[in-house]
């Protein structure tokens, strides 16, 4: 502790061999970042290891409860699960050998890969890892008394999960109020709640059970198909149940109170100054660790430093560019070759909604919005006169077009049968064009002037757009969309009116309470179906109030404000989701229903799908293109697999490399 202190009090804390000094003193000086040295020629430092720099620090490493990306990473590196992922997405056996379902996909039972190591920070073997490792990781996760972020997983999907998770929360609270002496006794407690604990679980009776020691049998609450994608969250990752006991509260502190059965092993960690990674001597798959050694070493000056170690030879990627070096890194030609996109975040589906139950100020003529709503051609009028290309030039200067989403669902999100979902046949006229078209625009516009004029609407018609006045980039594309609509469209017959609102407010105060006519929205899948990009849209939901007429009552509102042809569509589309969630027997079956359902939405422009997610630019000697991914949970944060490249990939080279790497998808892509 003395030689930190004296470190960071001398504004110096040291890299690991080879890689020179960090800087964190404040008043210390660091090369400028945007003075980049000429005629650069880069190599990487790699000797098996890949160096970086950080500048958050973990909080805890248990990864049961943890809900932080970046602590998530640690656990993705150092824990193996059940199963695992190829570099396309495809699902493969990890510390499960094989698995099973019985026909409706209630039960499932996974075989564990015998002869595998709980090891120690220094590698020393402590135990086997069998099935009663999954069920220990089960009970603490569903105890509420441990505050797991991820235990959400676990609710209405696992048997009795929910109801074990409430009652561990009723005995907690229980024992909080005996020692807060807020009642004597824990009966006393019960009695005045009146609450029967004859009524309670066992943990038995959870849905997680270990067979036998190397057979692991999950029971669902219904028919869940797509349950191997929810193994990809932390909460279903395995603990030594003895270990994980005997560390009580101190499990995950540190790198001394874990166990590991993963890739890599967290050999040496001290906060705020370095972690170091290094592959693990009993893991399973041992041939496919390409990287040795992974090290990670503090800076709070992370930001300005990296991109200069980075030149200098002594880093192997700069994670996070800040926005200037950014720029000046892709103005000088000596550096733009070095600096590429991410893939995007495809678990990350944005899309701008129609508001069907206005419940804004009387200043913005919430009645008039109701005529315009309803209209279909004024809807369409938008969906065609939005150029979202230029709008997403906004959040991404350089390739807008690589985050363009078509559909709701993300294109390479789920395939079935090696057909991706958004190419099943109702879906493929959307997934494959760009709706902007301005005499198309125009065209519905004259159509909507005429039938609304007929209705009595007044125009022009106002549109309210909020958006969080603590987002640049949400502003500066609202901004873009409104004027943009509003040139395209005419003065006369829209005013887009761009409203800040308050960030506290922004989802509860906003949308949640229907104060916006048309707004951008987001929605992030937890598991890969369909089903997934359903959700936002369900009876009574608050991303457009397509359906919720109950709602409305209890507010003492009139029935409904929707046209018999809005009502129709949104009833249509309810059934079509029903059906599709109740079609188990058949995958295709359920991919084209929820197909069907998904593109009733576009067609009849009641939602108009904008983007996936931006992950922003890197410079890096890993190869994007190796290593596993997945769209949702730990997979994509792997080492495993990863190999390095000779040199940084340039911006081009990765948008080349991206198209080689879906199409090859496509190919190599089976059955779910």
């Not at 219904?222 to 969250?233: D, K, W």
């Not at 992950?615 to 190999?643: C, E, H, Q």
Request: aromatic letters at 14%.
């Amino acid at each position: 502790m003395k030689k930190l202190i004296a470190l960071v009090l001398c504004g110096i804390l040291l890299l690991p061999s080879g890689c020179g000094v960090v800087n964190n003193g404040a008043d210390t000086d660091t090369e400028d970042p945007l003075d980049i040295p000429q005629n650069i020629s880069v190599d990487s430092s790699s000797d098996g290891i890949f160096r970086t720099l950080y500048s958050f620090e973990y909080t805890t490493l248990n990864y049961l409860v943890t809900g932080n990306y970046r602590e998530l990473r640690a656990a993705a590196n150092i824990i193996d699960g059940l199963v695992e992922y190829d570099s396309y997405g495809a699902v493969l056996p990890a510390l499960a050998e094989s698995w099973s379902h019985n026909r409706d996909y209630t039960v499932w039972r996974f075989n564990i890969r015998p002869g595998q190591k709980w090891v120690d920070k220094d590698g020393n073997a402590v135990a086997g890892v069998t099935a009663h490792d999954w069920v220990a990781a089960a009970r603490y996760v569903n105890d509420a008394r441990n505050n797991s972020a991820l235990q959400y997983m676990y609710e209405e999907i696992i048997l009795n999960a929910s109801e074990y998770y409430t009652q561990s929360r009723i005995i907690w609270d229980a024992a909080n109020a005996v020692y807060n002496r807020e009642v004597l006794s824990l009966e006393e407690f019960f009695q005045i709640n009146r609450i029967d604990l004859t009524e309670f679980i066992t943990f038995d009776e959870v849905g997680v059970t270990a067979v036998d020691d190397y057979t692991l049998e999950y029971r669902m609450t219904r028919p869940v198909p797509f349950f191997l994608s929810i193994l990809s969250y932390a909460s279903y990752l395995p603990v030594y149940g003895p270990f994980l006991e005997e560390q009580g509260e101190n499990f995950g502190k540190d790198n001394e109170s874990l166990l590991f059965n993963g890739a890599y092993i967290l050999a040496e960690f001290e906060p705020y100054v370095k972690r170091i990674f290094r592959a693990n001597p009993y893991y399973w798959d041992r041939d496919n660790v390409r990287i040795q050694e992974f090290h990670q070493t503090f800076s709070a000056e992370e930001p300005t430093l990296a991109p200069v170690m980075f030149l200098q030879g002594e880093l192997d990627e700069v994670e996070n560019f800040r926005a200037d070096i950014l720029e000046s890194w892709l103005e000088n030609p000596d550096t733009m070759a070095f600096v590429r996109s991410r893939k995007p975040d495809i678990s990350r589906s944005y899309f701008y909604t129609f508001n069907f139950e206005p419940r804004f100020d009387a200043q913005y003529e919430p009645d008039n919005w109701i005529i315009a709503v309803n209209n279909e051609n004024f809807r369409n009028s938008f969906m065609y006169g939005m150029d979202r290309v230029n709008a997403l030039s906004v959040t991404e200067p350089h390739n807008p077009e690589l985050l363009l989403n078509n559909t709701i669902t993300p294109a390479k999100f789920t395939f079935m049968e090696g057909r991706d979902f958004t190419q099943f046949d109702a879906l493929r006229p959307f997934s494959e064009r760009d709706p902007f078209d301005p005499e198309k625009a125009l065209e519905y516009r004259d159509k909507a002037k005429e039938e609304l004029a007929e209705a009595g609407a007044a125009f022009p018609i106002k549109v309210l757009i909020p958006y969080n006045p603590l987002s640049a980039i949400w502003n500066e594309e609202s901004f873009a969309i409104g004027q943009q609509l509003e040139d395209l469209l005419g003065a006369d017959f829209v005013n887009i009116i761009v409203s800040e609102n308050p960030y506290s407010a922004s989802l509860s105060g906003i949308r949640r309470n229907g104060q916006f006519a048309f707004m951008k929205c987001s929605w992030t899948a937890d598991y890969v179906d369909p089903q997934a990009w359903t959700i936002p849209f369900g009876r009574g939901n608050s991303y457009n109030f397509m359906h919720t007429d109950e709602y409305r009552l209890l507010d003492g509102l009139p029935a409904t404000n929707k046209t018999e042809e809005t009502q129709a569509i949104t009833t249509e589309y309810y059934r079509k989701v029903d059906a599709a969630i109740a079609q188990t027997a058949n995958l295709t079956s359920r991919y084209r229903a929820f197909a069907e359902a998904e593109a009733m939405l576009i067609q009849h422009a009641i939602i108009i799908p904008f983007s996936v997610g931006s992950n922003g630019f890197t410079a890096s000697y890993r190869d994007p293109f190796s290593g596993m991914f997945s769209p949702i949970g730990l997979p994509s944060m792997r080492y495993k697999g990863v190999r390095f490249l000779e040199q940084p990939m340039s911006n081009d080279e990765f948008l080349s490399a991206h198209a080689e790497w879906k199409a090859r998808m496509i190919e190599t892509r089976g059955e779910n």
